[in-house]
């Protein structure tokens, strides 16, 4: 599943705040409809549910991440202690880590209609979109001043807040408060039946479809929000949760570089692992012999083995053992050893064509890059033209790649990344470029050549597998990794919520393991092709059996007296397979004397030459009047550095 990344990374915190329209027209529901797929939620409540589903999740997976929620547009006025500064604008709940309270309270306010009717009023004329900004920077300034990420999730229907130029003018002051804030605006737009939402008289201004630090940068890098619809089946809430959970994560970087695309020509870049394995993660520790149940500090002390009093930090040293022996040394020099290769760094060296990267050289996990403002200005217009470039001449980028500060150099391909959306329309993979660690030659392995006398499938066999496969595709022949959730993990995370909310623990169902195959499909779809497969493949089987029993007793010296075997016996394909490749592993040893140079290059590029004798070896180098002293690595050294000089 995709996951918030470097998640325990305990100094990245975000800080979400949702602001939500209360106008009459976000209150009102749709017709009553027989039909069970009608939509029956008024925008303004599926809103509210969103941001239920959303806090629910956010308080296990990302507990030091903030939540609130901003209603604008109400009858009353209140932002807590009292506080009536800004008008129509009410805190349902303040900008804080969310707690089970909170949650609760979210909770039936969705559930109980009586109470969302009653705080739910609309106020004779709309609020101000410039009070609801100006309302959202003092939340910010005042909760979470120093959160690396501070973003504003704007849900409206109205396209056109500002009836005066002043009024618009004052908005988007506001707006660009909030950007030298550091906070981000996201806005999820809703379509009503009669009129369609038109961000260009209003909103284009407000929400900066590029960088703020570089307005000139290319606005199709950003991704861009799906007008969800009011009205249209249940496609509002399901619209709504769509786009707001791929905006709720905030993509925590891996690291920030210097991309240095020629001398004297670098960029800023920032590294994202799209893609982690979560676990079952303790957070703390927790102290219950008390009163009340305190959370646990640690502390860590290092004792001497002979004397057991406490070793201060400076009197330690890293070593290695080199021949018996510890070599230690100091901080001062370790940093100097490891940090040889220089600074962390991005650097091109070349760029060949991409048909040239065969899928086995990607060993190890790909990272996906992309442009940052915050060291060199104008970054993303170079990457932007980088990116395209590659994806028009079809070409790659090899380079030079340091992560961080004490880490191994990786020579790593770039490959270009295009954009991808869903089905809902909503991005799914930016645009952007992806470093594939490429293998050094100590990491590939030399692949055995098969035998002649291998079982080969036949053209025939092939496209009846083809038939399997294509029966067994996923939808759009794509795997998306986001709608396979772990179920152990979410079974997890359904028992700690139903403990900190005080519910009932639900009963363990497979219901809800969508990793699990569908058997009745796969049988209905693909099981008559793996029938005919199957006896096709025995049938070829036997046969091509037969075949090499056949070859191997007539090119045999001394055959064996004994009847070949006929369709009628019952003979084991794994017995002769083994036979058979005792019989090539007997051919893998060859007279030293009668051997060619020729035939001793072919074994020594089969991996077959450590598996001759050492008699063989002294014959062969002893034909050809070398030294024969030694043991036998040295005799294979000997052979080999012997064939290397003839440029075997």
């Known amino acids: 599943m995709l996951l918030t990344l470097l998640s325990n990374y305990k100094t990245i915190k975000d800080a979400v705040l949702f602001a939500i329209d209360v106008s009459p027209s976000m209150l009102q529901r749709p017709p009553e409809s027989d039909d069970r797929k009608a939509e029956r939620d008024s925008p303004t409540s599926a809103a509210l549910k969103c941001a239920y589903q959303l806090m629910q999740q956010r308080i296990i997976s990302n507990p030091n ?118 906070c981000t605006i996201d806005l999820f737009p809703i379509s009503k039946p009669d009129h369609g939402f038109d961000r260009t008289r209003f909103y284009d201004d407000l929400v900066y479809p590029s960088s703020p630090s570089d307005p000139d940068a290319p606005v199709s890098m950003p991704s861009t929000t799906k007008i969800a619809k009011s009205g249209d089946g249940i496609s509002l809430l399901q619209q709504l949760i769509s786009s707001i959970n791929s905006k709720a994560t905030p993509r925590r970087a891996l690291f920030s570089l210097p991309f240095e695309i020629a001398p004297d020509l670098k960029i800023g870049v920032k590294g994202f692992i799209m893609i982690k394995r979560q676990e079952h993660v303790k957070s703390c520790y927790v102290w219950v012999g008390g009163e009340k149940v305190q959370i646990v500090t640690s502390s860590t002390s290092h004792l001497a083995d002979d004397t057991a009093r406490v070793v201060e930090k400076v009197e330690l040293r890293k070593a290695y053992k080199f021949g018996g022996d510890t070599i230690t040394f100091t901080p001062e020099e370790f940093v100097q050893i490891r940090q040889c290769f220089g600074d962390p760094v991005i650097r091109i060296v070349g760029f060949k064509s991409i048909s040239l990267l065969p899928i086995w050289a990607n060993t190890g996990k790909a990272t996906f890059i992309y442009p940052s403002e915050s060291d060199y200005v104008g ?70 050549e098969h035998p002649d006398k291998d079982i080969k499938a036949t053209d025939q066999l092939t496209d009846m597998m083809r038939k399997v496969i294509e029966q067994l595709q996923l939808p759009k022949g794509i795997y998306d990794p986001a709608k396979y959730p772990n179920p152990d993990l979410q079974w997890f995370y359904r028992i700690l919520q139903a403990m900190a909310l005080e519910e009932e623990v639900p009963e363990f169902s497979t219901s809800d393991d969508k990793t699990l195959p569908k058997y009745r499909q796969i049988n209905k779809r693909a099981a008559e092709y793996v029938i005919e497969l199957e006896e096709a493949f025995d049938a070829e089987h036997k046969r ?70 050492v008699a063989a070896l002294k014959d062969f180098l002893k034909a050809r009047k070398q030294p024969v002293a030694g043991k036998k690595i040295e005799l294979i050294e000997r052979v080999q550095e012997y064939l290397e000089a003839k440029g075997l």
């Open 65 to 182: 991440d903030m939540m609130g929620i901003l209603l604008f547009g109400t009858e009353k006025t209140d932002l807590k202690d009292g506080d009536n500064t800004f008008a129509h604008c009410y805190l349902l709940s303040d900008l804080d880590v969310p707690s089970a309270h909170d949650v609760k309270q979210l909770r039936s306010l969705v559930e109980n209609d009586e109470e969302a009717a009653e705080l739910l009023q609309p106020a004779d004329e709309p609020a101000s979109i410039a009070t609801v900004l100006f309302c959202a920077n003092q939340i910010f300034t005042t909760k979470a001043p120093n959160f690396s990420s501070r973003r504003l999730f704007l849900v409206t229907d109205n396209d056109n807040p500002t009836k005066t130029k002043q009024d618009k003018d004052t908005a988007i002051t506001r707006a660009r408060d909030l950007y030298d804030l550091g």
């Open 379 to 448: 970054s993303t217009r170079v990457f932007s033209a980088l990116q395209q470039t590659l994806i028009k001449t079809k070409k790659m980028a090899v380079a030079w790649f340091i992560a961080r500060r004490n880490a191994a150099p990786v020579i790593t391909a770039i490959i270009p990344g295009e954009e991808r959306y869903d089905e809902n329309g909503e991005q799914v993979m930016p645009p952007g470029l992806w470093l594939i660690p490429l293998p050094f030659a100590d990491d590939i392995r030399q692949c055995p």
């Open 544 to 613: 091509q059996v037969r075949g090499q029993l056949q070859s191997s007793a007539s090119s045999s010296v001394k055959p064996k007296k004994r009847a070949m075997p006929s369709e009628a016996d019952d003979v084991k394909p794994v017995k002769l397979l083994k036979r058979i490749k005792t019989e090539q592993q007997s051919q893998a040893t060859v007279d030293g004397q009668g051997v060619t140079d020729e035939d001793m290059a072919g074994l020594n590029d089969r991996g077959l030459i450590s598996k001759q004798s």
